[in-house]
């Protein structure tokens, strides 16, 4: 497959390291090389954190999340506010929030967006989860942080609608200019998104 | 570290994953997810692969060449001349050079190049062993194959006086234009190598 003729051990380890997002097969090479190089630093922790994520780490059943426990820690956090709900795509957006220390409350994943082009549709995603959770009369808001690609904000919609009958504020992410972010770099949708929302100063 | 607060496992993960060339924070911990959600196709056999090289792969003694036997299987190649050692500045190179088949001799990995920046002498590199190999009669060239940089080229220059005593033809790689390259593309050294070594059409 990749050619390199190194032992069949060796070869494993590339072809599976080269199926990962953002490794080709060079890459995954040179990540071989150097995880064989550095056996006990880094080759044998490796094999020992995958066995442990592998038999340790699991979907939350109540937001999607991935942790040791069921339901996650984030799910079992009393100093988590149980008024707001926020959608998210996927398990990296989550903690994208998470390292921005942005979401009080807690969270759904929705494990993706309605995409008619690859043929997703509603009950695919965990949309009765998110209904069901937003009944509960605690809940005041579900906030849907999608992305704002045209999927994204289909799934919005859709989303809306399938919160009608709950008591709930919908609400979405702010659009404007990235923080740090230069103007001259930015496309035209932000911007104006930027200029119709603009506020006091 | 990373500050996703996703639970000791995973983090130990993105941690080890980032430590690999080409992966960093980010991308290791899109690596890290996309493991976990495929972990019966992914995550496990990284595991096992990364457990099964730990224990199995090695240096091979007499080139330098990562196996899981040793000598390895280049070394112990009966169809392999030992007329020709092939010396390589890492394994990678080894690698490389047995995709395009183009050794048909054995290989000497040097582990290096001499550097006086970084520090590295020649009792750091493998040149005792290939001085030692060189000597044995059946051996009549030594190709080195070593990096166009001036550290390569320094390494060249030593190597070629060690062997000096040794019977042994020392030849190296030719300057040229790269199969399938745009002469637009390339920098003036290599055009230049490559008129100077023109050959009749």
């Known amino acids: 497959m990749s050619g390199h003729k190194a032992g069949a051990e060796i070869e494993r380890l590339i ?25 006990e630093q880094l080759l ?35 100093k988590r506010t149980k008024d707001v709900i926020c959608v998210v795509e996927d398990v990296a957006d989550l903690w994208a929030l998470e390292r921005a220390n942005a979401i009080k409350g807690r969270y759904l994943v929705l494990g993706g967006t309605l995409s008619a082009l690859d043929g997703i549709g509603p009950e695919q995603l965990n949309i009765s989860k998110l209904v069901e959770r937003a009944a509960d009369p605690e809940v005041k808001e579900v906030l849907l942080a999608l992305n704002a690609t045209i999927d994204g904000q289909t799934t919005a919609h859709y989303l809306t609608d399938a919160l009608e009958l709950c008591d709930v504020e919908v609400t979405m992410l702010a659009h404007g200019v990235p923080v740090g972010g230069e103007l001259d770099y930015l496309d035209e949708g932000t911007l104006s998104a930027a200029v119709k929302a603009r506020k006091p100063f």
Chains 1, 2 share one sequence.
Do not use: F
């Open 15 to 39: 072809q599976i390291l080269s199926r990962l997002p953002g490794l080709g097969p060079r890459s995954a090479r040179r990540a071989t090389l150097h995880l064989i190089k550095k056996k």
């Open 44 to 78: 044998r922790p490796l094999a020992r954190a995958a066995e442990d994520a592998a038999e340790r780490v699991d979907t939350c059943s109540e937001c999607g999340n991935l942790d040791v426990n069921n339901p996650c820690a984030i799910c079992t956090n009393p």
